[in-house]
């Protein structure tokens, strides 16, 4: 059974930078894709950015494009999101996933373990 921890959320003004943590326990996802969603208050989850298994290749939706950029740790069994530039519309609680898959890309049917999510509100 995989464990998915998120920590790194808070709030933080308009253009303030956060890192954003997720560590895997349970078994090593070293080589499995991951990703990082988020849900707005009132909105559905979205995709935000995602990863291959070695750290490679990585995908970022277009409005955190250039600000976001995501990262991992396979020997530390972690995952990050670096977000910088942060916006009031960037204010969601995220969650980190894991799939498979090398590579599971913005398709959250494909990931098989979520973390509980951690919150970032951003003030304007």
């Known amino acids: 059974q995989v464990q998915l921890v998120e920590s790194g959320g808070g709030l933080v003004q308009a253009g303030d930078s956060l890192r954003l943590s997720c560590a895997a326990s349970?078994?090593?996802?070293?080589?499995?894709?991951m990703g990082w969603f988020r849900q707005a208050p009132g909105k559905e989850r979205e995709f935000a950015a995602a990863i291959n298994g070695i750290g490679a290749v990585t995908y970022y939706q277009d409005s955190v494009k250039g600000r976001f950029t995501i990262s991992r740790d396979n020997a530390k069994g972690t995952l990050y999101l670096q977000m910088n530039s942060l916006k009031p519309e960037d204010t969601a609680v995220y969650y980190c996933?894991?799939?498979?898959?090398?590579?599971?890309?913005?398709?959250?049917?494909?990931?098989?373990?979520w973390g509980q999510g951690t919150l970032v509100t951003v003030s304007s």
């Open positions: 349970g078994r090593t996802l070293s080589g499995y894709g």
């Open positions: 996933a894991a799939c498979h898959s090398s590579f599971c890309s913005a398709y959250a049917t494909l990931y098989k373990y």
